[in-house]
């Protein structure tokens, strides 16, 4: 199973964009999925995550601005960003894991995960 994230660009703080995360194979019935983002010079972190049943998780950062879903028929997860400052630029990550797990537990970033490439997104002026 491959995870493949896109979406990301150039965008003025204040902007939008929304993040796609597609799976080759039907896991998301099973799965949880993450989005996450690392930053030049700093260590990877959990933007937010849901679990196949609806459990969501969101980091401080993202409360308020960014909105995670997720179409387990599609096998497809969205990160709609709103807001933007330029802290976010960073490259976006999807990663799925395999349930039972929780939405919380999916903050700790965990190489075992099937992770997808990243996509980056810039938010600069």
């Known amino acids: 199973v491959q995870l493949q994230a896109s979406g990301g660009g150039l965008v003025q703080p204040g902007g939008s964009l929304r993040l796609s995360c597609a799976a080759s194979g039907n896991i998301f019935s099973d799965h949880a999925v993450g989005w996450y983002r690392q930053a030049p010079g700093k260590q990877r972190e959990m933007v937010a995550a849901?679990?196949?049943?609806?459990?969501?998780n969101y980091a401080s950062f993202a409360k308020g601005r960014f909105t995670f879903s997720r179409d387990n028929a599609k096998n497809t997860a969205y990160l709609q960003m709103n807001s933007l400052k330029p802290d976010d630029t960073a490259v976006y990550y999807c990663a799925a894991r395999q349930e039972p797990t929780t939405a919380t537990a999916m903050a700790i970033v965990w190489e075992r995960d099937t992770w997808g490439h990243g996509t980056l997104v810039t938010v600069s002026s």
């Open positions: 849901a679990t196949s049943d609806g459990m969501t």
